[in-house]
């Protein structure tokens, strides 16, 4: 038994000499999110309201504002570009702290406007928030349209390019 254990720490030993690390120490894992930013612009696009009138299924590529960044996972809300941030646009408001979140357009309004774009791998939302985008960037989404039972229309994005990234008005900030 003794000598069977002994040649089993002499084999493990050998393994774990193995290879050296490459100098510089290990490569970082590639991101989740690798491969959604699009480098080119996908061209003609369909606004959010007609997207949502696609069957489940359809191949689609949309356009739209973020509305809203869900931290810690690939996903965020995409505003139909026909609906103006609070405080930008023919309604103009000066005393808007939050333009991003469209409160000044009534809720029905809002949600006919409104989609869900995810990246999911596995079935499941991808856990990484997408560091190349923010509140209210213009983006283009290529994905495939998904219906729940409620009719919630939901982007599944194969990848994203940014068009627009919109200045603040005077005494506004980003939020973090």
């Known amino acids: ?10 084999l493990v030993a050998a393994g774990c000499g193995g290879e050296e690390e ?4 290990p490569s ?16 003609d696009a369909l606004s959010v309201e007609e997207a949502k009138e696609l069957d489940a299924g359809a191949e689609v590529v949309v356009i739209g504002r ?26 103009k408001m000066d005393d808007c702290p939050t333009p991003w979140d469209y409160c000044c357009i009534s809720g029905p309004v809002k949600a006919a406007g409104t989609m ?4 999911r791998a596995d ?8 560091k190349d985008l923010r509140l209210l ?7 495939r349209i998904e219906k ?10 194969d990848g994203w390019f940014r068009r627009e990234r919109p200045a603040l008005p005077d005494g506004l900030n980003w939020p973090e």
């Open 123 to 130: 079935g499941a939302v991808v856990k990484a928030t997408p």
């Open 137 to 143: 960037d213009t983006v283009v989404v290529m994905g």
């Open 66 to 91: 973020i509305g809203n960044i869900v931290k810690g996972f690939a996903a965020f809300n995409l505003v139909d570009e026909s609906l103006d941030p609070c405080g930008f646009g023919a309604d």
């Open 116 to 119: 869900t774009v995810e990246a």
């Open 1 to 10: 038994m003794m000598r069977s254990l002994s040649l089993m720490l002499v």
């Open 28 to 43: 970082p894992a590639p991101s989740p999110l690798s491969g959604l930013t699009l480098k080119a612009d996908p061209g």
């Open 148 to 157: 729940d039972e409620h009719g919630n229309v939901t982007v599944l994005a």
């Open 22 to 25: 490459p100098k510089g120490g």
